[in-house]
């Protein structure tokens, strides 16, 4: 090891904690093994046990490969300490260490990211020279539910962002693998959007996080098959009430649903985007579209996208307002009457 003590705690601490992955793993006997396929990398997930399989791998169902079909491009190793009796180390940083995206002043570093999530004190750490992560959490029914909706963002927004590619909050839907990048704030209306267009039998890419590749012609790539309602949106689906996937967090979070399971929508890794949508709801019964400048629909996914992930940037800034600039920008209206939305994004933009 070499560098000063405070050069060498970012790689301490992965190692100690990557150490204490590997006694789970030898713990439990048999390490379970997941590969997916996101945008041509193979992302391998290896659970020290099955505690949190079944909460971390329904959103990313839609994209599983085979295993061992080909070498992993990122492995992340995942463990709780409740069902493997395993202690996490103890954390090195002080406790004003912690940023309010997550990121953990003092182990950031050219070659490995530590972010600690504080609300339920889950870790995430990467070694970005070995391609190898560690996501750490006391138990597994701790786990939040944007956790299980979007799981593993952290460490694939740090991966993907050496990659020149971006984690951005926002919808994508489409026909034809040509699509409409949904964006805006939390409440703007976006996922009551996306979930109409894909039960209309559009072709579905995210309604939260999506993957950006903007060389050349820009690409969303899919990350999750999940979808967030809050109670007043879901009322207007109410056959989706049976792909709920925590009906005993109602009260107190949105719906997370598992639109897998839902037949009329068109799961789809990749489309290419064709326009980006900023809806407004209007409470009127008809929906429109209207164009607006680049820097409004800048204003709208920027921000969202660049605080809530650790360790976002110039880069993503960047990548954001060439996509504003060389992208059509439009309000969605949005009305009353939802079968309106993909009717109207249909006429205006695809025919």
């Known amino acids: 090891m070499t560098g000063t003590r405070t050069d060498a705690a970012p790689r301490i601490f992965f190692e100690q904690v990557y ?32 505690a949190l399989v079944p909460l971390i791998t329904p959103a990313l169902a839609h994209l599983e490969m085979p295993p061992n079909a080909r070498r992993a491009d990122l492995t992340i190793c995942l463990w709780d300490s409740a069902s493997t009796h395993t202690l996490m180390p103890p954390r090195p940083w002080a406790q004003d260490a912690c940023r309010a995206r ?17 609300d339920v004190g889950a870790v995430s750490v990467l070694d970005l020279q070995e391609n190898l992560g560690v996501y750490w959490i006391r ?52 996922s009551t959007a996306c979930v ?44 989706l009430e049976s792909v709920v996937r925590n009906p005993s967090e109602r009260a107190a979070e949105k719906a997370l649903l598992d639109l897998a399971q839902v037949p009329a929508a068109q799961l789809t890794r990749r489309l290419q985007l064709r326009a980006l949508v900023l809806p407004r709801v209007t409470g009127q ?3 429109r579209l209207a164009p607006i400048a680049p820097s409004q629909a800048l204003r709208a996914l920027a921000p969202s996208s660049l605080f809530q992930l650790p ?13 504003a600039q060389q992208t059509p920008c439009y309000y969605l209206e949005a009305g009353t009457e939802l079968s309106q939305i993909p009717q109207t994004l249909q006429a205006e933009l695809f025919l």
């Not at 789970?24 to 041509?40: C, F, L, S, T, V």
């Not at 994508?172 to 409409?180: E, H, I, M, P, S």
């Open 19 to 50: 150490g204490a992955f590997q006694r789970a793993e030898q713990e439990m006997g048999a390490p379970i093994q997941r590969d997916y396929a996101i945008d041509g990398f193979v992302v391998r997930l290896r659970f020290a046990g099955p």
């Open 196 to 239: 109409a267009a894909a039960l209309a039998g559009w072709q579905y890419v995210a309604d939260d996080y999506c993957l950006l590749a903007s060389n050349g012609e820009p690409y969303v790539h899919s990350l999750y098959n999940s979808a967030k309602l809050d109670d007043a949106a879901l009322k207007n689906f109410p056959a």
């Open 102 to 118: 997550g990121d953990v002043r003092g182990f950031n570093d050219t070659r490995s990211r530590t972010a600690l999530a504080a």
């Open 139 to 190: 138990a597994g029914e701790q786990l939040p539910t944007y956790e299980r909706g979007a799981p593993l963002r952290v460490m694939l927004h740090w991966w993907m962002r050496e990659r020149n590619r971006f984690l951005i909050h926002a919808g994508a839907v489409g026909l034809d693998d040509r699509g409409v990048l949904l964006i805006g704030k939390g409440g703007s209306g976006k």
């Open 311 to 323: 360790g976002t940037g110039p880069a993503e800034f960047f990548a954001l307002a060439n996509l």
């Open 285 to 287: 019964r008809d929906t």
